[in-house]
């Protein structure tokens, strides 16, 4: 399977944006998805993860009450949505799949190519 995140852009503080994460040669509903992000001079840090079936969410604090996670297997697409953004919301955001539903970036096997969030004070 192959992902492909989009729906990055320039958004002021407090604005919102959703990113998707579509895949294509093969099929997402085995795979637990997670999102990630990296700003510069940072490492890769979770940001929120659901299962295959869209029944657990889990969420990074730093996220929590802002941002859902949210699946639609019938079209092999996950997104992100993210209200009330922050300038530290800053990053280069990741899709990933894996089989574990968990929150390290290692138990995730297939990443997309990333897209950048800036969000501006």
């Known amino acids: 399977v192959q992902l492909q995140a989009s729906g990055g852009g320039l958004v002021q503080a407090g604005g919102s944006l959703r990113l998707s994460c579509a895949a294509s040669?093969?099929?997402?509903?085995?795979?637990?998805m997670g999102w990630f992000r990296q700003a510069p001079g940072k490492e890769r840090e979770f940001v929120a993860a659901?299962?295959?079936?869209?029944?657990?969410?889990f969420y990074a604090d730093s996220v929590k009450g802002r941002f859902t996670i949210s699946r639609d297997n019938a079209k092999n697409t996950v997104y992100l949505q993210m209200n009330t953004l922050k300038p530290e919301d800053t990053a280069v955001y990741y899709c990933?799949?894996?089989?574990?539903?968990?929150?390290?970036?290692?138990?995730?096997?297939?990443w997309g190519q990333g897209t950048q969030v800036t969000v501006s004070s």
């Open positions: 659901i299962s295959g079936s869209g029944g657990s969410t």
């Open positions: 040669g093969g099929t997402l509903i085995r795979y637990a």
């Open positions: 990933a799949a894996g089989i574990l539903l968990l929150t390290t970036a290692r138990s995730y096997d297939v």
